[in-house]
C-alpha cells in the first residue's frame, strides 16, 4: 500500500478493539474526513477473524465522501456476505485458494471487482468482460475488450495495464473450480473450513498455557495462538515442532508485539482431522 500510495495519499492507520479485533469505529469517525479517499477493510482478517461491522464501515466511508475497499478470501464467500451488500464499492484478494496448490512461490492471481459505476470501469486495469444481450430476444452472450481504449494496445505508454497470458491461465483454474463446486459446494467448503478450524482451536486450547483464539471474534481459517503462559517462545515452539516435521505458526511477536508470544496458525481444507491431531499431540509434548 505504501508503495502504490507514496507520494500521493498519506495512509492513516485505526485502532482496534484489543479484545475483539474488531475495528474502533470512534477512532475511525474521528479520522476520517472530506479529504478521506477511501477506508480499507479485511474480512477476514489478516489474523484471521471476521470482521462483523462491515455495513458501519461503509456508512462512515460513504457519509464522507470516500469509497469502501474490502478484502475478502474467496472461499469465505459462501458464508459470508459478499463486499457489495454492505456496501463496498471496490472488492480486491487472492485467488489461489480456488483450487490452486501452492508451489514455489504460486499460484496465485489477482481478484479485483467493483459495482458497475463507469468511474470505476474506466479505471479498471486488464480485460473486461461483461455479458449482454444479443439480436435473440432473451439469449445473452459475453463481450469482451469494452473500454478498448484503457488498453495498451490503443493507448500504448499510457495505458493502465499489461496483460501477460500466465495470469489467464489461473484465472481460467479458478474459474474452473468454481464451476464445479458450485454454489451449493462453495457453502459446503466455507463450512467445513470454518469447522475444522474451530475443531483446532478447541483442541488447542485444551492444552496447559496455550491459548487459542486470542481474539473474541469469529474466525475463518487463520486464528492467533498465544504461547505466554507457557513459558516458551514462538521461536522455541516452532524449533521443536519442526523436529517433529510440522512447520509451527507464523511468529508475530515483531510485527504485533502487543500480542505477545504469540503465532498465526491456519486449517483449511486440505487439513485433515488426524494433521490437526498430530499438531496438539506434538504442541502437548513440546510445552510440557
Given at each position: ?127 473486461l ?32 495495464s ?44 485444551s ?11 469469529p474466525h ?5 495462538v498465544?504461547?505466554d ?33 504469540a ?16 499438531l ?9
Amino acid at each position: 500500500m505504501r508503495n502504490y500510495c507514496d507520494p500521493w495519499l498519506e495512509i492513516k492507520r485505526v485502532d482496534f478493539d484489543a479484545e475483539t479485533g474488531q475495528m474502533d469505529l470512534e477512532d475511525l469517525k474521528g479520522k476520517a474526513s472530506s479529504q478521506t479517499a477511501a477506508i480499507y477493510v479485511e474480512t477476514p482478517s489478516y489474523l484471521g477473524f471476521i470482521e462483523a461491522q462491515c455495513a458501519d464501515i461503509a456508512q462512515i466511508a460513504h457519509e464522507n465522501g470516500a469509497l469502501l475497499v474490502a478484502y475478502v478470501n474467496p472461499t469465505s464467500l459462501g458464508l459470508l456476505s459478499p463486499p457489495g451488500e454492505y456496501g463496498a464499492d471496490i472488492a480486491c484478494g487472492e485467488g489461489q485458494p480456488l483450487g490452486m496448490h501452492m508451489h514455489c512461490g504460486g499460484a496465485t492471481l489477482g481478484i479485483l471487482a467493483c459495482n458497475d459505476a463507469e468511474r470505476f470501469l474506466e479505471l479498471m486495469p486488464s480485460f473486461l468482460i461483461g455479458i449482454s444481450s444479443t439480436l435473440v430476444e432473451g439469449e445473452h452472450a459475453f463481450s469482451w475488450h469494452t473500454l478498448w481504449d484503457r488498453m495498451m494496445y490503443a493507448t500504448r505508454d499510457k495505458a493502465k495495464s499489461f496483460t501477460g497470458t500466465s495470469s489467464w491461465l489461473w484465472g481460467i483454474s479458478a474459474a474452473v473450480y468454481m464451476a464445479l463446486m458450485g454454489p451449493e459446494g462453495m457453502r459446503q467448503l466455507g463450512e467445513v473450513n470454518m469447522q475444522k478450524a474451530y475443531y483446532a482451536m478447541e483442541l488447542l486450547s485444551s492444552i496447559k498455557g496455550v491459548k487459542a483464539p486470542t481474539f473474541a471474534s469469529p474466525h475463518f481459517n487463520e486464528f492467533v495462538v498465544n504461547f505466554d503462559e507457557t513459558g516458551k517462545t514462538v521461536s522455541e515452539v516452532n524449533r521443536a515442532l519442526f523436529e517433529h516435521g510440522i512447520l509451527g505458526g507464523k511468529d508475530l511477536s515483531g510485527e504485533f508485539p502487543q500480542l505477545g508470544q504469540a503465532a498465526l496458525y491456519c486449517v483449511t481444507e486440505t487439513h485433515t482431522k488426524e494433521d490437526i491431531e498430530t499438531l496438539v499431540e506434538a504442541l502437548e509434548r513440546i510445552v510440557r
